[in-house]
């Protein structure tokens, strides 16, 4: 498994980012890709995953209204579409991939992680 997460960067508060994360072997049918972030000081958390065929997504309830998770089967890519930033959010976002169905927000049910990717929202 080879995942590639990008497209973070420093915004303002109220500003819009995109971030992606590519699994470049597409090693598993039925799997979970979810998006984390770590914050200075603070543990992991999740912040949104979505099933294989995009039917199920899941969002943790401070980003719900805000950001989207998406995804792409022909480019074998999954989004994180963050409207509407604010400070809070500023931390390094991970992707992750865990084989089956169920959409679990432990950290340690994922196995397989990307590389970080840093946002930071300035006020």
């Known amino acids: 498994v080879q995942l590639q997460a990008s497209g973070g960067g420093l915004v303002q508060a109220g500003d819009s980012l995109r971030l992606s994360c590519a699994d470049s072997r597409r090693t598993f049918s039925s799997h979970i890709i979810s998006w984390f972030r770590q914050a200075p000081g603070k543990e992991r958390e999740f912040v949104a995953g979505?099933?294989?065929?995009?039917?199920?997504?899941g969002y943790t309830d401070s980003v719900k209204g805000r950001f989207t998770i998406s995804r792409d089967h022909a480019k074998n890519t999954v989004y994180l579409q963050m409207d509407n930033l604010e400070p809070d959010d500023t931390a390094l976002y991970y992707c992750?991939?865990?084989?089956?169905?169920?959409?679990?927000?432990?950290?340690?049910?994922?196995?397989?992680w990307g590389q970080g990717t840093q946002v930071t929202v300035s006020s």
């Open positions: 979505i099933t294989w065929d995009g039917r199920r997504r």
């Open positions: 992750a991939i865990r084989e089956g169905s169920l959409m679990l927000t432990r950290s340690s049910d994922y196995p397989y």
